[in-house]
């Protein structure tokens, strides 16, 4: 016998957390214990009009770009389009389930404008750096990039282009 969808009352109230939703091992927990953001409000104020109408969150932009940057997400308007439908990227953005994702030509100005005049990313970067140091997740010294004529070790069950053709 073919069953029927029971159609019912929705609920009045829903328990729901993030929190429980997000994995353990998912790379944005592990990014966020050495994303710290406390200073960002005050190395950004000069760039911002002491009136006027509220602007998005800086942290909520600077995390956005982060994700992006862990993701591969280069677009800015599939950025923003991702933090809406995700419910990692929204719990790491602080977001809740209905912030408002800020419109993908805010983010842009704010990232081609007050971001790249007041050299946070770069400040940003270093101090992150800092912390991954301290905690014993790097060694401080410089990253050498391998170059494509060096066969390396190739995990991959095809080639790539760091192994050219012969994987391990």
């Keep these: 016998m073919m069953g029927e969808r029971q ?3 929705d609920a009045l109230f829903y328990e729901f957390s993030l929190e429980r939703h997000v994995p353990e091992r998912h790379l944005l927990r592990s990014v966020d214990r050495f994303v710290e953001l406390d200073g960002l409000r005050r190395e950004l104020a000069p760039f ?3 009136i006027g109408r ?5 942290e909520l932009l600077i995390r956005m770009l982060i994700v992006g940057y862990c ?3 280069r677009s800015e308007r599939r950025l923003c389009e991702e933090v809406h439908l995700n419910l990692a990227y929204r719990w790491f953005c602080r977001l809740g ?10 983010f842009s100005k704010n990232r ?11 400040l940003l970067f270093e101090s992150v750096l800092q912390r991954c140091i301290a905690e014993g997740a790097g060694r401080g010294r410089r990253v050498r990039r391998r170059r494509q004529s060096d066969p390396g070790r ?3 069950p095809h080639p790539c282009s760091g192994c050219r ?3 391990a």
């Design 71 to 73: 993701f591969g997400i």
């Design 7 to 9: 159609v019912q009352q």
């Design 48 to 50: 911002y009009s002491a």
């Design 154 to 156: 190739c995990q991959r």
């Design 112 to 122: 081609h404008g007050r971001f790249r005049e007041s050299d946070l990313l770069r």
């Design 97 to 106: 389930l209905d912030g408002a994702v800020p419109d993908h030509s805010t």
């Design 54 to 58: 509220p602007s998005i969150d800086p």
């Design 165 to 167: 053709g012969s994987a």
